[in-house]
Structure formats: structure tokens, C-alpha cells
């Protein structure tokens, strides 16, 4: 099993749709988690970070883990072409230290007009 | 703030040749990490430093790559020699103080392909 695994995509979505986008990891030890936006060719940046159970929102963007289940995701609101891109969701595995970031595959979305 | 800088942005060699790539954190960063993404897949850490020292470096292929984090600021990642599977993008990030509520700053990468 895959320390931090996502769903696999790719997953296209209209314009104006919510894109769901999931990811689960192995640790239960885990407590910080995050989900990164990579476009095409570029370095991955962070637009969520979450460490308790429930949802986050900022804006567009929620963010929702539920650590009994071991299961973290991201909403993103009213879907827009500018949000294709891939999304990473990374752990602070249990028992690291030092803010160690561990990353799923990525999960690429399309919203297409 | 100036970013985290990386340099060369793409780089091609041949294989069982060597290369090196380095890294500028952001001032101040005191944790830097080097990762390798692979095509379709995630990033996946190399090594990480705190200021000078290696606080793990358990997934780098130490037979043939080796890093350094001079005076605790500069780094540079070396491969000798190169395979094939070492194709890739190598992230740099620096943090401000690795702490698990300190967020990683990316550098655009170096694009490696080895021929």
C-alpha cells in the first residue's frame, strides 16, 4: 500500500462544476496535511493546508479530512479553466519530523468550458 | 521576498556522465529539502537539511548522488554517473523552520534528461 495514495484521474469537469479530488494515506500517526496545485511545467504551489478533522474553506477551495477514516479532500467551487492544473496531496507522515513532506501521484484535472 | 532559485532549468546529458545542480533558498529558510519528480508522479524527497546538517536523507540513491548545504545556506545535488532513470524534474524547497506548520516554498526546478 502507498503511503499517500490519490484517486486516479485524469478528472474533467465542466465549467462551473465542483471538481472533488481525494486522497487517503497509510500513517493514522499523521497530523498535517496539505494539497499543492503543479501546472504544466511548473513547481508545485500550496493552496490548502489542514490539521484538523472537518472542513476548510478559503474561498473556492475546501479542504476536508477525516483522520479516523485516514481520508483527506479538496472541493473546489465553480470549477474555472484556470484551476486545470495537478493537484498533489501531501502528508507530514507519523513519526517524521521537521515538516518532511510525503506526496501522492497527483491527480490531473481538466475544466473545460 | 525573493524566491527559492535553482539553476540550470534544463540540463541534457548522456548517460554515466556527471551533473550538479544548486539551489538558493529563501533568506532566512532554515530548512531545505531536494526532491525528484518523475514524470506522472509525485515528488518524492531526496535528502533535507536543517541549516547544514542532513536530517534525512533515506531515499537517496547515495551510490551515485550526493548533496551539500554550504554554510547553511547554498546547496547543490550531484549525480555521478548518471542512468537513464534519472530523468526527471529535481525541486528544491526551502521551509522557514521545518516545523510541521512551516510551508515548503518550490523552486521552478531543474529538468534533467539523461540520453
Known amino acids: 500500500q502507498k503511503e499517500v495514495e490519490q484517486n486516479s484521474g485524469p478528472l474533467s469537469v465542466p465549467e462551473g462544476a465542483i471538481a472533488s479530488l481525494n486522497c487517503t494515506y497509510s500513517?493514522?500517526?499523521?497530523?498535517?496535511f496539505f494539497w499543492y496545485r503543479q501546472y504544466s511545467g511548473k513547481s508545485p504551489e500550496l493552496i490548502m493546508s489542514?490539521?484538523?478533522?472537518g472542513d476548510k474553506e478559503d474561498g473556492r477551495f475546501t479542504a476536508q479530512l477525516n483522520k479516523a477514516s485516514q481520508y483527506v479532500s479538496l472541493l473546489i467551487r465553480d470549477s474555472q479553466p484556470s484551476d486545470s492544473a495537478t493537484y498533489l496531496c501531501?502528508?507530514?507522515?507519523?513519526?517524521?519530523?521537521?515538516?518532511?513532506?510525503?506526496f501522492g501521484q497527483g491527480t490531473i484535472l481538466t475544466v473545460h468550458p | 521576498e525573493a524566491g527559492v532559485a535553482q539553476s540550470p532549468r534544463y540540463k541534457i546529458i548522456e548517460k554515466r556522465q556527471s551533473v550538479a545542480f544548486w539551489c538558493n533558498p529563501i533568506s532566512g529558510h532554515a530548512t531545505l529539502y531536494w526532491y525528484q519528480q518523475i514524470l506522472g508522479q509525485g515528488p518524492k524527497l531526496l535528502i533535507q537539511?536543517?541549516?547544514?546538517?542532513?536530517?534525512?536523507d533515506s531515499q537517496l540513491p547515495k551510490d551515485r548522488f550526493s548533496a551539500e548545504r554550504l554554510k547553511g545556506v547554498d546547496s547543490t545535488l550531484k549525480i555521478q554517473p548518471a542512468k537513464l532513470e534519472d530523468s526527471a524534474v529535481y525541486l528544491c524547497a526551502s521551509s522557514f523552520s521545518g516545523t510541521n506548520n512551516s510551508p515548503l516554498h518550490f523552486g521552478n526546478g531543474t529538468r534533467l534528461t539523461v540520453t
Open positions: 501531501a502528508v507530514i507522515l507519523g513519526g517524521t519530523s521537521y515538516g518532511k513532506l510525503t
Open positions: 500513517d493514522r500517526g499523521s497530523q498535517s
Open positions: 537539511f536543517q541549516n547544514n546538517g542532513v536530517v534525512d
Open positions: 489542514i490539521y484538523s478533522n
